[in-house]
């Protein structure tokens, strides 16, 4: 029972051992774990600072990144407004090429055929030109005296000359 109602001696004893704990803890063992505390608070507190930088960070790369991603998109539009630009003028070079080849070759067959008919004209007028000077020839070889003898001969060459 003397558990339950100490005796006075007990409780001094007690209280000096306690006291003397609390001397020795406060001593050297609470500034040991006041300086760790402190030093997990600095610990955390710095973690928490470097990861509010990192997520700013994040942030900006984040920002940065979308407005390359919109740089890029605009490089990639202009670079295919300019290939379709490109693309269109050469088309229209090419038919304006194509336009003026058409032309000059119509132009050089046009020419071609003018230059065939004036050489089959030529040659028609040598032909008639050849057929005169022979009807002439046949006419001054027969000597005729009257003209109504040189007209029938004139209708006669004349009308061998159509059969032939």
């Known amino acids: 029972m003397e558990l339950i109602s100490p005796d ?20 050297f063992a609470f500034p040991v774990i006041g ?17 509010e930088r990192t997520h700013e960070e994040m942030k900006n790369l ?38 003026e080849e058409t032309t000059r070759l119509v132009e050089s067959a046009k020419e071609t055929i003018e230059n065939e008919r004036k050489a089959a004209m030529t040659e028609i007028k040598n032909e008639i030109a050849d057929i005169s000077i022979k009807v002439a020839e046949k006419i001054l070889e027969k000597e005729l005296s009257r003209d109504e003898a040189q007209l029938e001969y004139i209708d006669k060459i004349i009308k061998e000359t159509d059969n032939q």
Request: aromatic share 10%; glycine share 2%.
């Open 62 to 99: 984040q920002a940065k990144n979308e407005e390359l991603l919109k740089k890029a998109r605009e490089e990639r539009e202009e670079m295919l407004n300019e290939a379709r630009q490109y693309r269109d003028k050469i088309i229209e070079e090419a038919k304006i090429k194509a336009k």
């Open 35 to 51: 300086k760790m505390l402190k030093k997990r608070e600095e610990k955390i507190t710095e973690a928490l600072e470097q990861a």
């Open 8 to 27: 006075f001696g007990f409780i001094f004893w007690m209280t000096l051992a306690f006291g003397i704990v609390l001397f020795l803890l406060a001593k």
